[in-house]
Every structure is written in structure tokens, then in C-alpha cells.
């Protein structure tokens, strides 16, 4: 029964966006894609599920233990080892039912990463805004500008742009946690991978309708579509972070009670999104942060709910890295490079030179462009994303970008970590659970 599992991949009409798998479908990716044998393995979605769980958590002791490396890459690695670039025991794209699991991991880092977001005072620090802006802009024009001279047009440049701008939230909270950081840097890149990660879900949503258009830049109905799901999701975000707040205050300092009340919350933040076809990434990004901002009285107790975003965030990496195909690495190892690499030295110039009108050290700049390096399951998401579109991004540009972030990956989790340990920030030895950044605004 896996196969039970496979998707309807009817192509969605311009302009609409199609609920289907996380990942990328091989019918809109490189032949490379394509599974070789049948994946006979027959087990219940809750079988597979406790499988990835136990072989995650042991892959990601051992890389933790017996190499020094981040728990999340040994997650990564696991994944590999059985997916389709190993030995192929699951197949990530025939199983709709991931979703499942990959989701509410999401929801949960997403609003842990906007619940711990860095204020001054009640308020987000203007620096951050700026050295964000800054980042994606040049990162915008930067990418788009390369792809379109590579051959793939304006709409596939936007997309692929798009989705270098964000970080793996995921790979940043897991690495912060596993390390112990905590300081200005840390709060720095936290407020950083949340700010970006509203503009590339927010673009990505914008720019689909060209990419359902077949790369034509010609304006459609699409567009006003798009534009009405950015500003539903984050109607949607602000309404849940509102009902929290009025939630917690009623329900007191209960923690059990505020602890389920938003786990409830952040469920019906990822599936609301999904049954009005739209992606869940921005209203829970919304969530969070507008938690963090209406929570005036502080009456949402500082709850952590990082033990339940554990459970699903190792399964997720796990699939994350059973989706991911070795293969493309050399197939398109020229364009992703050059993606990868212009992704990174467009942040790095933009952080540098807007770091110094700011106060913000060389230093520091490029440990914080260094530590902005992961892709990950946020990334495939946004790929899936245009998977079920008439048009699609085509085997070439899927293969690059697939291609980097198998990259970015598998050394992204390493980038992080030796940047937080650069900043002096990290604590490698007895690593405190469920430590996060505390309040306050980003040190010059």
C-alpha cells in the first residue's frame, strides 16, 4: 500500500494552485527522477512513520557523537541512505500521505522560529528590516539576472529567485538548538531566516501565475488570485496569533492547556491554508511573529513546543533527504553551482555593504551570510509548489534547483554550526533542551 498513496497529478487550471505531494513529482522533474523498480515495500502510514522516526534519531546521534557533526545532517544522511539515491526502500513522491508528517513539522518550526523573532521593545528592529531587504533584493536581482542568462526566462529567474532568498528554518532552529547558541548573532540570523521567509513565501505565491502562464510575463487573472492568497494568509496568521493571545489569557497559566491550545491552533493554520488551496507557509510565519507582537500581557507562556516539532522535524528531514537525487549534483553540477554560489556572494555583498551603514562588523556580515546558507524542506516545499502547474519549471531549471539544495542540504547544517561557533556563540558540550534565544533586539 504505498502505492494507494500515489497522487492525482492532473494539471491544475493557470493560475490555481494544486494540492499534491511536498515534493516535486517525477512527472515534472528530471528523468533522473524517475524510480527504476517498484517500491514494494507494504506498511501502514504509522509503521513508516515510527521507522523514519527511530532510524533518524539514531542516524542523528551518531553524526552527532561520533563525528561532531550536526544531528540534522546524520537526519539528511538517513534519508539518502533509503530514498531513491540509496536503496530505494521508500519513494517520497508516490506517498501523498507525507504530507502528513512533513506539514505540521513545518507549522510547528515555523512558529517557534516567528514566536522567538527579536523585537526592541514591542516593536521590529529596523535594522533587521533593512539588512533583510537588502539581502533579498540583491538576491532577487542577482539570481534572476543569472538564470535569465543561463536560458530560462524571466518567470523561471523570478522562481528560482524567489526561492533563494529563504533559509531552511529548520536546519537554523535544529543547529541552534543542537549547538546551544544563543546571543546577538544568533538573534541576528533568527530574525533574518523569519523576515526572508516572509518575502520568498509571499513572492513565490505572486509568482506561480507566470510560471502557469509557460514563463510568458504577460499579465493574467492569475496574478489577482495570488495576491488575494498573500493577503488572506496573512489575515489568516494575524487572526490566529489575536485568538491565541485572547485564549491565553483566559486559560491563565495553565501550560498543559495554553500547550494544546496552540498545538489546535497551529494544526488549523496548516490545514485551513491547504483546503482553501493555498500554502501554509505565511499564514503560520504570520502566526508566530503576531503572537510574539500582540502577546502584550504576556500571557502566552513561553511554552516549548520544540519537543513536539522534534517528532515530526526528524521525519521530515528524513524524507527530505530520501527526496533529494545525488544524481543531479553532477548532472547539473554547472548551473547549480553557479546558482549556489551567487545565492551566497549576492547575500554576503548585500549584508556587507548595508552591515556597515549599520554598525554591523565585516566580520559578522559574513558569518551571517555564511549561516543563511541551508536550503532544505521549506525549499522543496516551494518547488512542489509549481510542480501541478500547466507549465511547471521544467526538467532543466527543477534539476538545478534540486540540484542545489541536495547541496545546500547536506553542508548547510555544517555552515550554520561553524558560523554560530565563529560568532563565539555556540556551547558544543552540554547542550541545554529546548534553549532559544531570549527577548531583546540584535547587537550592532
Same mark, same amino acid.
Given at each position: ?147 535569465? +542568462? !543561463?536560458?530560462?526566462? $524571466?518567470?523561471? *529567474? =523570478?522562481?528560482?529567485? &524567489?526561492? /533563494? #532568498? ?64 498573500? +493577503? !488572506?494568509?496573512?489575515? $489568516?496568521?494575524? *487572526? =490566529?496569533?489575536?485568538? &491565541?493571545? /485572547? #485564549? ?64 515530526? +522535524? ?6 527530505? *533527504? ?80 534540486? *540540484? ?41
Amino acid at each position: 500500500m504505498l502505492q494507494a498513496f500515489a497522487p492525482d497529478i492532473t494539471p491544475a487550471p493557470a493560475g490555481r494552485r494544486q494540492t499534491g505531494p511536498v515534493f516535486p513529482h517525477p512527472d515534472q522533474a528530471p528523468a533522473a527522477f524517475m524510480p527504476t523498480q517498484l517500491y514494494a515495500f507494504e506498511a501502514s502510514p504509522l509503521l513508516l512513520f515510527g521507522l523514519l522516526l527511530l532510524g533518524g534519531l539514531a542516524s542523528g546521534e551518531i553524526s552527532r557523537r561520533a563525528f561532531g557533526l550536526p544531528r540534522t545532517t546524520g537526519f539528511v544522511l538517513f534519508g539518502v541512505l533509503i530514498g531513491n539515491s540509496g536503496l530505494r526502500w521508500i519513494d517520497p513522491y508516490i506517498l501523498d500521505a507525507a504530507q502528513f508528517f512533513i506539514y505540521p513539522g513545518i507549522g510547528l518550526i515555523l512558529f517557534e522560529l516567528g514566536h522567538h523573532f527579536p523585537l526592541t521593545g514591542r516593536r521590529i528592529d529596523r535594522r533587521l528590516v533593512l539588512l533583510s531587504l537588502a539581502e533579498t533584493s540583491t538576491v532577487f536581482a542577482t539570481i534572476t539576472t543569472l538564470m535569465y +542568462l !543561463l536560458g530560462f526566462g $524571466l518567470a523561471g *529567474g =523570478l522562481f528560482a529567485a &524567489a526561492i /533563494a #532568498a529563504s533559509t531552511s528554518p529548520a536546519i537554523t532552529i535544529a543547529t541552534t538548538r543542537d549547538s546551544g547558541a544563543d546571543g546577538p548573532f544568533t538573534r541576528r540570523l533568527f530574525g533574518l531566516v523569519a523576515l526572508n521567509g516572509c518575502v520568498a513565501f509571499a513572492a513565490v505565491s505572486v509568482i506561480l501565475p507566470m510560471l502557469a502562464a509557460s514563463g510568458t510575463t504577460e499579465l493574467t487573472p492569475g496574478y489577482a488570485t495570488a495576491a488575494g492568497h498573500v +493577503l !488572506l494568509s496573512v489575515l $489568516l496568521g494575524a *487572526g =490566529l496569533a489575536l485568538t &491565541a493571545c /485572547a #485564549a491565553a489569557r483566559r486559560l491563565g497559566p495553565q501550560v498543559e492547556h495554553q500547550h494544546l491550545m496552540l498545538l489546535g491552533l497551529i494544526v488549523v493554520g496548516t490545514g485551513l491554508p491547504l483546503t482553501l488551496e493555498m500554502s501554509p507557509l505565511l499564514t503560520l510565519l504570520t502566526f508566530g511573529i503576531g503572537t510574539r507582537i500582540a502577546d502584550r500581557h504576556k500571557a502566552v507562556l513561553a511554552i516549548r513546543i520544540s519537543s513536539d516539532a522534534r517528532v515530526f +522535524l526528524v521525519v521530515t528531514f528524513v524524507l527530505a *533527504g530520501a527526496a533529494l537525487e545525488i544524481g543531479l549534483l553532477a548532472e547539473y553540477a554547472a548551473t547549480a553551482t553557479a546558482y549556489a554560489l551567487t545565492r551566497f556572494g549576492a547575500r554576503w555583498a548585500a549584508l556587507h555593504l548595508m552591515g556597515r551603514r549599520l554598525g554591523i562588523t565585516a566580520r559578522e556580515s559574513r558569518f551571517t551570510a555564511i549561516g543563511l546558507l541551508p536550503m532544505s524542506s521549506v525549499a522543496l516545499v516551494l518547488l512542489g509548489d509549481a510542480g501541478p502547474l500547466e507549465g511547471g519549471v521544467g526538467p532543466a531549471l527543477s534539476g538545478t534547483l534540486m *540540484g542545489a539544495i541536495v547541496l545546500m542540504q547536506l553542508i548547510g547544517p555544517l555552515c550554520t554550526q561553524a558560523a554560530l561557533i565563529a560568532a563565539g556563540e555556540a556551547r558544543l558540550g552540554g547542550i541545554p533542551a529546548a534553549r532559544h534565544p531570549a527577548d531583546g533586539a540584535p547587537s550592532r
